[in-house]
């Protein structure tokens, strides 16, 4: 299958940058879109950034002006470099990745396990 492996979280002060990566391994025929969602505590997961195979990007409106997406389709990762957080970007970060494991397999969902980021002086 697919695994989905990230990394870079931790705790920031209010202002900090933080980068997080997302290496995906496994069966990998196909790589579509690839993504960042988080879920903070009593709060639903809500998407933070994707970015197509073809590097199209689309944020959510907390995340522009802040946040950038980037991926390195010959690694398979996929990045979310985080600057100017703030404490409400506090949350479990969780990369996504639509992956097609065979030539005519349609593209499924693969998540990893989750990044904390906290935001705190």
């Known amino acids: 299958q697919v695994q989905l492996v990230e990394s870079g979280g931790g705790l920031v002060q209010p202002g900090g940058s933080l980068r997080l990566s997302c290496a995906a391994s496994g069966s990998i025929f196909s790589m579509y879109a690839m993504g960042w969602y988080r879920q903070a505590p009593g709060k639903q997961r809500e998407m933070v950034a994707a970015i197509t195979s073809g590097s199209r990007t689309n944020y959510a409106d907390s995340a522009k002006g802040r946040f950038t997406i980037s991926r390195d389709n010959a690694k398979n990762t996929v990045y979310l470099q985080m600057n100017s957080l703030k404490p409400e970007d506090t949350a479990v970060y969780y990369c996504?990745?639509?992956?097609?494991?065979?030539?005519?397999?349609?593209?499924?969902?693969?998540w990893g396990q989750g990044t904390q980021v906290t935001v705190s002086s």
């Open positions: 996504n990745a639509v992956v097609s494991t065979g030539r005519g397999q349609s593209g499924l969902d693969y």
